[in-house]
Every structure is written in structure tokens, then in C-alpha cells.
């Protein structure tokens, strides 16, 4: 079974840069599984921040940009704002019409 | 503007069936890819299943068999009748527009409630 990881938690100061990362329990992400990360608060609906990959959506600031690095899809946040503290998601392709979320990483800024 | 609307949530008994509605406007649903994912209390989000623009279905391993994702052309709907239902079906369910390997438009969430 496959199990998509994503770290439990990340701390980041305020300005600063954190990248979370979005990896597989067997193998490498690559852009094949087309890595889409997505912003929630509690009790909100998700926001998608970056589809297949990379692509920014409408709206989202130019501080949010995804890529992959290494064998893991990413997201990195540079100049960390107080209202990015949230639950991030990735989710990835596995083809055949089947896509698989990771486990959520709780971001805080302090 | 595209908005969704999720809606057909609430407390069922264990065993019994429930079908959940998604209205869209905006856009056409049947000229999409549309998605279920679903999030239990407390947990993560959950890729649920995913109806093409062409009709063809798929599921999730933990509702394979019992849920069936379908739309209405003429309501602009998308469904999710789900049967068998269990406590693990316990879940806020959403329903959003898939293109270009992404979710987007996300509805606001159905609470399904599965309790005796």
C-alpha cells in the first residue's frame, strides 16, 4: 500500500524560509505524480496553493512555490507571515486514475 | 464566479446509505474531471474517488464496492451515494473541480455521521 509522507510538524520564524517536503513510503516523487500542496485552517474548506508541481494558484502570493527536490515533491514558503500557520497537504498522483493524500504538516510560526 | 455547494450530509446508522450532492456553477460539471475527498475528525484529507469528463470512475481502496461517484447533466450535479456505511465513514466530505493534476473551487464540506 502506498503510503505518501509528509513531516508531522515544522516550526519557522516570522520572515523566514521553510520548505515541507512530500515523499513516498517505496520509490522517488517525480513530476509523473504531479505534486499539488493545499493550505487549511481549521473548520475552512482547503485552499490549493501549487498544482502539478509548480504551478501557483490564481491568487496564492509568489512566497509559495513548488518543486521537486531530491526524490520528494516540495513546498517552500519564503518570508514566513504570521497567517501561514496552518495544516499543509500534498497530494500525489499514482496514476491509473488513483491519487493519494499525505498525512498533513502543522506549520507554526513563532 | 465558479462556486461549489456541498450538500446531503448528516447521522446515519451503521449500514445504512446516504447520497451526498454537489452543485456547480460556473462551469459545466460534465466537461470536468470532479473529485470526493474527504477529511474524518481530527485527521487528514483523503482522496475519495474521481468521476473524467468521459464518464470513467475511480475509487479509493476503503470505498471501493460501496460508494458510486455519478453527475446529473441537466442539474449540473455531481453525487456520491455511498452505502455500507461504517463509523470509519465518519468524515467532512468535499467535493472540488480537478484539472491539471490539481483540486480547485473546493465546495465548503457535507458532515456525514455514521452512529448508532
Known amino acids: 500500500q502506498t503510503v505518501v509522507t509528509q513531516e508531522p510538524s515544522f516550526s519557522v520564524s516570522p520572515g523566514g524560509t521553510v520548505t515541507l517536503t512530500c515523499g513516498l513510503s517505496?520509490?522517488?516523487?517525480?513530476?509523473?505524480?504531479?505534486p499539488s500542496w493545499y493550505q487549511q485552517t481549521p473548520g475552512q474548506a482547503p485552499r490549493t496553493l501549487i498544482y502539478n508541481t509548480n504551478i501557483r494558484s490564481s491568487g496564492v502570493p509568489d512566497r509559495f512555490s513548488g518543486s521537486i527536490l531530491g526524490n520528494k515533491g516540495a513546498l517552500t514558503i519564503t518570508g514566513a507571515q504570521a497567517d501561514d500557520e496552518s495544516d499543509y497537504y500534498c497530494?500525489?498522483?499514482?496514476?491509473?486514475?488513483?491519487?493519494?493524500f499525505g498525512g498533513g504538516t502543522k506549520l507554526t510560526v513563532l | 464566479e465558479v462556486q461549489l455547494v456541498d450538500t446531503g450530509g448528516g447521522l446515519i446508522q451503521p449500514g445504512g446509505s446516504l447520497r451526498l450532492s454537489c452543485a456547480a456553477s460556473?462551469?459545466?460539471?460534465?466537461?470536468?474531471?470532479m473529485s470526493w475527498v474527504r477529511q474524518a475528525p481530527g485527521k487528514g484529507l483523503e482522496w475519495v474517488s474521481i468521476?473524467?469528463?468521459?464518464?470513467?470512475?475511480y475509487y479509493a481502496d476503503s470505498v471501493k464496492g460501496r460508494f458510486t461517484i455519478s453527475r446529473d447533466n441537466s442539474h449540473n450535479t455531481l453525487y456520491l451515494q455511498m452505502n455500507s456505511l461504517g463509523a470509519e465513514d465518519t468524515a467532512v466530505y468535499y467535493c472540488?473541480?480537478?484539472?491539471?493534476?490539481?483540486?480547485?473551487?473546493w465546495g465548503q464540506g457535507t458532515l456525514v455521521t455514521v452512529s448508532s
Open positions: 497530494v500525489l498522483y499514482m496514476g491509473s486514475g488513483i491519487w493519494v
Open positions: 468521476i473524467y469528463n468521459t464518464g470513467s470512475t
Open positions: 517505496s520509490g522517488s516523487v517525480s513530476t509523473n505524480n504531479h
Open positions: 460556473g462551469f459545466i460539471v460534465s466537461n470536468k474531471y
Open positions: 472540488a473541480n480537478t484539472f491539471d493534476y490539481g483540486f480547485h473551487s
